[in-house]
């Protein structure tokens, strides 16, 4: 039971550039979520899914765009990296919403945009 | 007024000791409270998970939620080097976005 993983773990990109970040879980998880974590702000979500096929906005979503075509993957895509978007990524899951929601977390994706 | 406020620390405290860290909110609709630990270039892992006003007790680890205050803590007893990481609190409301919000982050170094 590998949880959630997520890739990759490190990418180095210029200004301009588009990538796709890869979130894998193997809970069964319905809910899935990105966020974004910078020195000084705290983890702030970017979009989230609450089940295959839906995808919402979150607290930061610009410049971001995901999808979630199968249960247990959510991608983040940038079409065009700026710098402000340097940052640390992570994905997590949860089961659902509720008394025992529980979100874990995979382990990040630094992202360096020059 | 942030949503929520966190010490960033550093928390600097000697092996055994009692650490306290604690987490001001200002949403009112803010329904589940959490304590994440994260160790460096890691990704956060959930510690304490509370939906009530009072204690909740887990090992050396106790959370403490006071809603008419809108405070929450967490006490580490006989704290340890390994306990060395810094711990988020986060919250989630009872309806609307399913996301958590989370505060910056106390950094907490035990010193053995």
């Known amino acids: 039971n590998a949880g959630v993983t997520q890739t990759p773990k490190f990418r180095v990109l210029k200004t301009g550039q588009s990538m796709t970040l890869l979130c894998a879980q193997d809970m069964n998880h319905e809910y899935m979520y990105w966020y974004r974590q910078d020195p000084g702000m705290g983890l702030r979500l970017i979009h989230y899914s609450v089940g295959e096929g839906t995808t919402a906005k979150g607290e930061v979503p610009d410049g971001y765009n995901v999808s979630r075509l199968k249960k247990q993957n959510f991608l983040l895509g940038l079409e065009s990296a700026a710098p402000s978007q340097t940052s640390v990524y992570f994905c997590a899951s949860s089961l659902y919403r509720g008394r025992t929601d529980t979100q874990y977390f995979g382990p990040g994706t630094r992202l360096t945009v020059l | 007024q942030k949503e929520v406020e966190q010490d960033p620390g550093p928390l600097s405290v000697p092996e055994g000791a009692i650490v306290s860290l604690n987490c001001t909110y200002s949403?009112?609709?803010?329904?589940?409270f959490m304590w994440y630990r994260q160790y460096s270039r890691k990704g956060p892992e959930l510690l304490m998970y509370?939906?009530?006003?009072g204690n909740k007790e887990d090992g050396r680890f106790t959370a403490q939620v006071d809603k008419s205050s809108k405070y929450i803590s967490l006490f580490i007893r006989d704290s340890q080097p390994s306990d060395s990481a810094t711990y988020l609190c986060?919250?989630?409301?009872?309806?609307?976005?399913?996301?958590?919000?989370f505060g910056k982050g106390t950094h907490l170094i035990i010193q053995p």
């Open positions: 509370t939906y009530s006003s």
């Open positions: 986060a919250f989630q409301s009872g309806g609307g976005a399913d996301g958590l919000t």
């Open positions: 949403n009112s609709a803010f329904q589940y």
